[in-house]
């Protein structure tokens, strides 16, 4: 799983209406762990950066939606 | 004073004409953690922050508008050759009784925007702490439309609109850093 995902275990009863989802889970983008920005992080190229929304790798974090992800998508 | 190009700050594409998902990209239009919300909350706390940080607040707010142009340019897209027929099954009868096809600043629920989604509170702890969690809900906001989207063109743009608010979320943290420094400083002095 993607590492800037985590998850957690709800409660299943045994009277819900719905089948259970068993895992749920949460974005952890990586600037939650990062601080102040440290000095010479890795960079994109301009033209890199232009298309993913950031200069610098450590900060990029693309979201796929399940529907993406089953179809073998997510390698943006 | 703004310099204003005319293009868009990340070339809007979209699949096919879906007046639904216009419905709910709305939410990022005229919603409470919306586009406009966010350029309207930072360029207006601007002028009661410390100098270190306004000019982050003119950026950021800055490009929110250009953010809110591509939102725009997004539900235009998806909407201007639907059917009225096609926009009821959307949900969106509601929409065109009022407007047509025109843009208009609600959120995804048909609530007109209201400057109560803001606030300037003039302590700067306050409105950077407010601009922090304003970009974190925005960034779900758009996990949740590109959750409901199966148009391949618009999740792009989408993906590329949520990191900016990672981004923007990161540099609000650091002025945050930025202005504590400043307060143990003048304790040392």
Redesign the interface.
């Known amino acids: 799983m993607n590492p800037h995902h985590k998850a957690y275990n709800p409660y299943i009863s045994p009277f819900d209406p719905c089948p259970p989802i068993q895992t749920k889970t949460y974005s952890t983008p990586p600037h939650l762990y990062m601080g102040f920005q440290p000095l010479n992080l890795e960079q994109f190229t301009p033209a890199e950066a232009l298309r993913a929304g950031t200069l610098w790798k450590p900060f990029f974090d693309p979201y796929f939606s399940p529907h993406e992800l089953a179809k073998g998508g997510g390698q943006s | 004073m703004w310099v204003y190009e005319k293009k868009l700050q990340?070339p809007v594409r979209v699949s096919g004409c879906n007046p639904m998902l216009a419905k709910f990209l709305i939410e990022q239009y005229g919603g409470a953690d919306g586009e406009l919300a966010a350029a309207l909350r930072y360029l207006n706390q601007r002028y009661t922050i410390p100098g270190k940080v306004i000019g982050l607040l003119n950026d950021i707010g800055t490009e929110e508008l250009a953010h809110l142009e591509m939102i725009a340019t997004m539900v235009y897209k998806l909407t201007k050759d639907a059917t009225p027929d096609q926009m009821k099954a959307a949900g969106l009868g509601e929409h065109y009784a009022d407007h047509d096809k025109a843009l208009f600043y609600h959120n995804a629920a048909g609530e007109p925007w209201s400057a109560k989604y803001i606030q300037a509170k003039g302590d700067p702890i306050a409105d950077l702490y407010e601009d922090i969690a304003a970009e974190e809900k925005a960034?779900?906001t758009?996990?949740w439309i590109?959750?409901?989207?199966?148009d391949?063109d618009l999740?792009d743009g989408l993906?590329?609109?949520?990191?900016?608010e990672?981004?923007h979320?990161?540099r609000f943290?650091?002025a945050v850093?930025i202005l504590k420094d400043e307060r143990d400083r003048k304790v040392i002095f």
């Not at chain 2, 993906?159 to 900016?164: M, S, V």
């Open positions: 990340y960034r779900a758009y996990q590109i959750n409901m989207s199966d391949p999740n993906r590329f609109l949520r990191e900016r990672i981004i979320s990161q943290r650091e850093e």
